[in-house]
């Protein structure tokens, strides 16, 4: 297993730049997810990692030994695709054992009957066979071997993709979008199982995906890419808690992220509604800023609270319910998890006043970037105006 970097990456179609400047380090045996919006470019870098696109500029480096020139063949990274790309006429293990024969036969043993009069080909044939075994045992797809694809439910399928992938032991598995294909159900099983699968080969993954819910249980590290760029590329819990950007902010999170607009003083202060915050910030330029609350930040308060609202929605998942409220001159709606006592008394048209945990809000700029060197005024609570 290898380590893989990705240096200054640059790529265009035509006219079009579709990475701009694109630096990720990925160590040995890390799990890192490509996450962003459609079209923000993460098929595109994956392809250029493994050799199936050539980048405008910029290097990339598999263990620390650039690969510039290097076909996709050359680079022994291991590919799995949203279509699982099967052979329909091979059986499943027929499927498995494809790269192994590319690697371990010449041209002549791998024809179907002369090479079998080749010397040497039995002897590779039945360690291939092992091999082969191996991995669908690992996957729990040894009862399907005989199987054609077209045989198999989506999942299975799948499996079989990934054991192929699994069989070469490759330096890397780079996977754009594997689980897209399945229904909700599977999704979550095999998200697991591919989890498990990564902790078990200790291997280097970069796994596509525009699903943030996989990016988050599935990986050490999240690269989150807007517009042909990373954002930020940080630990699941940072990238929820502590967000550099808006951006980042509004894409990671489910329910999605709240965010109210604020008022910045010459002399601070963060103006909500009216009311002053008991926070500072060391920017003394007066503006506009985007105050961002995750939904489990906010708690019911009584009508001085600096937000009041009318609830609207009650979104009831069974572990957990979170409530929309409307709040009167605010477009989007504001969401809370309701605490388990409360929820019965949270009906339609209910008022609510709702306060939150100063250490947990996070403030942008007009621009989107974060607004870090914030600290607590004296007051501890927020007070009238
Ligand atoms: N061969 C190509 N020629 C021209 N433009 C391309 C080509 N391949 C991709 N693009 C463009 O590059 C941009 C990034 O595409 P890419 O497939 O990397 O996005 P993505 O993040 O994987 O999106 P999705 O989540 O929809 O798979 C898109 O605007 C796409 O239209
Ligand atoms: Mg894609």
Redesign the pocket.
């Known amino acids: 297993m290898a380590g893989l970097s990705i240096e200054n990456i640059n790529?265009r179609?035509?006219e079009?730049e579709?990475?701009k400047a694109v630096s990720l380090d990925i160590a040995d045996g890390e799990f890192v997810s490509?996450v962003?919006?459609?079209?923000?470019?993460?098929?595109?870098?994956?392809?250029i990692i493994a050799g199936l696109?050539t980048q405008t500029s910029g290097d990339v480096r598999i263990d620390g030994t650039t690969v510039a020139g290097r076909r996709a063949a050359d680079r022994n990274l291991s590919m799995v695709f949203q279509s699982y790309a099967l052979y329909p006429h091979l059986s499943v293990g027929e499927n498995i054992a494809v790269p192994l024969k590319m690697r371990r036969m010449n041209s002549l043993q791998r024809l179907p009957l002369l090479g079998g009069l080749l010397p040497g080909t039995g002897r590779r044939a039945s360690e291939i066979g092992k091999d082969v075994v191996q991995a669908a045992e690992m996957l729990e797809i040894a009862h399907l071997l005989d199987r054609k694809p077209g045989q198999l439910s989506g999942g299975q399928r799948q499996r079989v993709a990934l054991g192929r992938a699994l069989v070469r032991d490759p330096a890397a598995f780079l996977l754009?979008?594997p689980l897209s294909n399945l229904d909700a159900k599977l999704r979550v099983q095999t998200r697991a199982e591919i989890a498990q699968l990564h902790r078990r080969l200790q291997a280097t993954f970069v796994y596509?995906t525009?699903d943030q819910v996989e990016a988050m249980t599935m990986s050490d590290r999240i690269a989150v890419?807007m517009g042909?760029r990373i954002l930020q590329c940080a630990s699941p819990e940072t990238v929820y808690d502590d967000p550099d950007r808006i951006e980042v902010a509004e894409f990671i999170g489910s329910p999605k992220i709240n965010l109210l607009p604020v008022e910045l003083s010459e002399t601070g202060q963060i103006h909500l509604f009216g009311h002053v915050l008991p926070l500072t910030t060391n920017r003394r330029t007066r503006g506009v800023a985007s105050l961002g609350l995750r939904p489990e930040a906010l708690h019911l308060a009584g009508e001085d609270a600096p937000i009041q609202g009318r609830v609207v929605h009650c979104e009831n998942l069974g572990s957990e319910m979170f409530i929309q409220i409307e709040v009167m001159g605010l477009e989007p709606r504001i969401t809370f998890r309701a605490p388990s006592d409360k929820r019965a008394s949270l009906t339609l048209g209910t008022s609510v006043g709702l306060t939150f945990d100063m250490a947990k809000a996070l403030i942008f700029d007009a621009t989107g970037a974060r607004l870090r060197e914030i600290s607590p005024t004296r007051a501890p609570k927020a007070v009238v105006a």
């Open positions: 790529k179609f035509g079009t579709v990475l490509l962003g919006p459609s079209g923000c470019g993460k098929s595109t870098l994956l392809r696109e754009d979008e596509v525009h890419m042909g």
